[in-house]
């Protein structure tokens, strides 16, 4: 019986990003290489109403689409970054080297790239939005802890309405947009600025 290469086993057929299992590995290779802090965040990137678009132009189109929207969350990730597909029409990014607190912009870019992109299937042109929950790796914490923690901010962004990312601080999912609104009158060159990325 033949097998399928070891590199396939850890891609994503359709977009061609790691898979989850590539994912958890990633994960957890993060999470052991400091028994202090480890400077890892991990994003989950879900766009929003879907279904309508598997509904509208077909399982295809869905595809066509979510080939797209690969594309343009892999032209913002840094090459210290793992992009893959988690699931469905999920994408998961983990941010190395990065503390949840300079990964909030970096969410921020991306759920605006994905807003302001437009998406198509053929001739007709769409406008798409995406729900970002962050979380960052904490000491000996298993994969699973993390994947649960970001989950939550992710149904958090969902229950908000959508194209907003939210994070888990530790304790409860708060959401991205009031650190910048509290950051506002900040001077120039803050860590949270959009222009360091």
């Known amino acids: 019986m033949a097998t399928n290469p070891p590199a396939l086993k850890l891609a994503d057929l359709l977009t061609s990003l790691p898979n989850r299992r590539a994912l958890v ?74 503390t949840l607190h300079d990964a909030l912009p970096f969410a921020e870019r991306i759920r605006k790239q994905l807003q302001d992109t437009q998406f198509s299937h053929g001739t007709n042109p769409l406008r798409l939005t995406a729900s970002l929950g962050i979380a960052q790796l904490r000491p000996e914490e298993m994969m699973a802890a993390t994947a649960d923690r970001v989950e939550l ?21 708060v959401p991205v947009s009031s650190v910048f609104q ?16």
Not at 153 to 173: F, I, P, S
């Open 25 to 98: 590995a990633e994960l957890q290779r993060a999470a052991t290489q400091s028994t202090q802090t480890p400077k890892a965040t991990l994003i989950f990137i879900d766009l929003d109403s879907f279904a309508h678009v598997n509904g509208e132009y077909g399982h295809q189109g869905g595809d066509m689409i979510l080939r797209q929207a690969a594309a343009e969350i892999k032209k913002l990730a840094r090459t210290r970054d793992m992009i893959a597909r988690y699931s469905g029409d999920t994408f998961a990014l983990l941010l190395n080297q990065t």
């Open 153 to 173: 901010a992710l149904q958090a962004a969902k229950d908000a309405g959508g194209n907003v990312c939210y994070r888990h601080d530790g304790e409860m999912c």
């Open 182 to 197: 509290a950051k506002a009158a900040e001077a120039t060159g803050d860590s949270l600025s959009l222009a360091a990325y």
